[in-house]
């Protein structure tokens, strides 16, 4: 079946280091790739997504770039900040569904020490 | 506007009542979801709804009784709930069903749902 596995958590790291958030995925079909942020106490926003090999998808200074050959849709940030503790969910559509289904991995919680 | 809107954002109700929860979205989607959210955990889809129509029910109890009157407002009837019931509820809706933008969903903020 289609599924997402991501990193455990949590992930703790300092102010300003780099950030690497592993997602790995399994398709029956064509999948388009997503990574949602939820801050404490929100909903979900979408935070970046690419829809076919090779995209790289960027927003505030993330990026993840569709591997096909490896499945993989890792995030990354260069410098984080305190502000980006929330956690983090990759997730996956199949491009030919009719119904959207969003497949979740099961979420990576980052902390960013001051 | 661009955003998927839900009250109440906080609701308590005790076994023996009857509630609703209201998401509404004015980007023109014609499809909209609704997930349940445990501590720590993904969401878990329960509805689809599709123009209007109910195209995915995940199992879901028939405690949970969902409604969509038109192509911007998603209700969701709760009656008899149970303790384990509580949790974040969040709605959320995409483009046009078969298009790729469909994949892509917003979601709201969610309703914080605590059964005593």
């Known amino acids: 079946g289609d599924s997402v596995t991501q990193m455990e958590g949590p992930v703790t790291l300092s102010e300003e280091a780099f950030l690497t958030i592993n997602c790995t995925y399994t398709?029956?079909?064509?999948?388009?790739l997503f990574w949602y942020v939820q801050y404490p106490g929100e909903g979900l926003q979408l935070l970046l997504k690419?829809?076919?090999?090779?995209d790289k998808g960027s927003n505030k200074g993330f990026e993840a770039t569709y591997r096909k050959e490896t499945t993989s849709f890792h995030l990354e940030k260069g410098s984080v900040q305190v502000s980006d503790s929330a956690v983090y969910f990759c997730a996956l559509t199949l491009l030919n569904s009719n119904t959207g289904k969003l497949i979740f991995g099961q979420g990576t919680t980052l902390q960013v020490k001051p | 506007d661009t955003e998927v809107t839900q009250t109440p954002k906080h609701l308590v109700m005790g076994m023996t009542n009857k509630k609703s929860l209201k998401c509404e979205q004015h980007?023109?989607?014609?499809?909209m979801y609704w997930y349940k959210q445990k501590a720590k955990k993904p969401p878990e889809l329960m509805f689809v709804y599709s123009y209007e129509k109910l195209s995915i029910n995940e199992s879901v109890p028939s405690r949970f009784s969902p409604e969509c009157p038109n192509s911007s407002l998603l209700n969701l009837h709760l009656h008899a709930l149970q303790p384990e019931d509580s949790a974040l509820y969040l709605c959320?809706?995409?483009?046009?069903?078969?298009?790729?933008?469909?994949?892509?969903?917003?979601f709201g903020p969610g309703t914080r749902l605590t059964v005593l």
């Open positions: 398709a029956t079909g064509y999948p388009s």
């Open positions: 959320a809706s995409s483009p046009t069903p078969g298009t790729i933008a469909y994949n892509e969903q917003f």
């Open positions: 690419a829809t076919k090999a090779d």
């Open positions: 980007m023109g989607h014609r499809a």
